[in-house]
């Protein structure tokens, strides 16, 4: 919670219109806030004063937040909108980093960042004209744009590393937007059906003999669908640092996603060590979310030891997530640092384990890519499908195939190039 500040009010207040107003930052903010909540948080104060600060606070707060994960986004956009005097300020250096003020004294906390966004709602700092006299002749050029490519779809397909600040912020929205769907996988349990081709004896038996053993039908069965794990290991090393923190993004919309497919989300990341981070994706907000995995990996830009690494997962933690048929989402460049040779070895173990293992990889956006680098030629060959994951869109082109055991990527074409 926020600290108390003067909170000074104009003589002819409108406090409904500013209760209004700071409900639809806190939706825009991703708080599930509708008419109705507003209204009542108007009520609500209205019955309760506005004499004290903190029965204010409180008053808002049993309005508009229902859940834990929404306190974080709640806290800084009240202190934001009604206690900082230089919210303004504060919002600006949040959302431009090269301004210098208050981003300098402190730290960014969890979903300040985004609380400035939602106040702020896209709008930028407006630049002063040069005065008439400093301006030059211009030429106007008009250009046909007709054919040219939308800045959304330009967007989809520029590398995250190329990404300025507002077209990480645009893309981080459209990666939450992404899903990852998977097909479900047919066991040998069996459901009650209709239309199924087996027949269900016990079920067929049991309803006989409560008609006197006098068998009318056959009950029909087909087997009960299962959902796979979705077991994911992202490089975080110096050279993956900016396309681990998307890709890190994306599955946080996919671990909290209902009703995507999954069994469970299994998260690790590794640089020089291996570090487990699933119980921070399960929460909600994704800021706090980031915010824990980072100080979880300590490695986090630092070198890589892919091999070690991948030892460590197999050793300690393949039995108790690859059940079930896992798919496995390996995120790296392959440029691994290790020399004892191990690689190609755990690799083809953690092949075995899993029902498909996609392998992403930021340098396959290359068009001159070959696999030269030893780290790579010993992983290429224990994968089921290598493909590019530098962009919104080969994340999006991911969720399409997933679910294809036929789809190869670029697997089949790099390894002729080795021959």
Same mark, same amino acid.
Request: with cysteine.
């Given at each position: ?5 003067? =909170? ?22 991703? =708080? ?22 903190? +029965? ?27 206690? +900082? ?58 250009? +046909? ?34 899903? =990852? ?27 006989? *003999? ?111 997530? *690859? ?18 040779? =191990? ?77």
């Amino acid at each position: 919670m926020p600290e108390y500040l003067p =909170l000074e009010l104009p003589e002819n207040p409108k406090l409904a219109n500013n209760i209004t107003h700071f409900a639809r930052a806190l939706r825009r903010a991703g =708080l599930p806030i509708g008419p109705g909540r507003i209204i009542d948080a108007i009520r609500a104060v209205e019955a309760a004063g506005f004499t004290e600060k903190r +029965d204010f606070y409180w008053t808002l707060h049993a309005c508009f937040v229902n859940r834990p994960e929404h306190r974080a986004t709640f806290n800084q956009i009240f202190r934001l909108y009604w206690r +900082d005097p230089r919210y303004l300020e504060h919002m600006m250096s949040m959302m431009l980093p090269a301004v210098r003020g208050v981003q300098e004294d402190k730290i960014a906390e969890a979903a300040e960042k985004r609380a400035a966004e939602a106040l702020l709602d896209g709008k930028a700092p407006e630049m002063p004209e040069p005065p008439e006299t400093e301006r030059e002749e211009e030429t106007v050029i008009e250009v +046909d744009a007709s054919l040219t490519m939308s800045a959304e779809e330009k967007l989809r397909r520029l590398d995250f590393e190329q990404m300025s600040t507002a077209e990480i912020a645009a893309a981080k929205k459209m990666l939450a937007q992404l899903r =990852l769907p998977v097909k479900p996988i047919p066991s040998r349990r069996g459901m009650a059906s209709l239309t199924g081709r087996q027949t269900d004896w016990r079920r067929t038996i049991r309803a006989s *003999m409560r008609q006197g053993g006098e068998m009318r039908s056959l009950a029909r069965k087909t087997p009960r669908p299962r959902w796979p794990n979705l077991v994911v290991l992202c490089d975080i090393s110096g050279s993956m640092s900016q396309y681990s923190r998307m890709v890190l993004h994306f599955l946080h919309a996919v671990a909290n996603e209902k009703g995507a497919g999954w069994a469970k989300v299994h998260a690790f990341t590794f640089g020089t060590r291996l570090t487990n981070i699933t119980r921070h994706l399960a929460t909600r907000d994704v800021d706090a979310a980031l915010k824990a995995a980072g100080a979880e990996a300590q490695d986090w830009e630092g070198g890589t030891r892919i091999a070690s690494s991948l030892h460590a997962f197999n050793r300690d933690w393949s039995r108790r997530v *690859m059940g079930q048929g896992a798919v496995v989402l390996l995120i790296t460049d392959g440029l691994d640092r290790d020399t004892d040779g =191990l690689l190609a070895k755990e690799m083809e173990r953690l092949h075995l384990s899993a029902r498909r293992l996609i392998w992403l990889n930021p340098l396959l956006r290359w068009d001159g890519f070959a696999p030269k680098a030893t780290g790579i030629r010993a992983m290429l060959p224990h994968v089921d499908s290598f493909r590019a994951g530098h962009s919104v869109q080969s994340l999006a082109d991911l969720a399409a195939v997933i679910s294809r055991p036929d789809d190869a990527g670029e697997k089949l074409r790099l390894l002729n190039a080795l021959e």
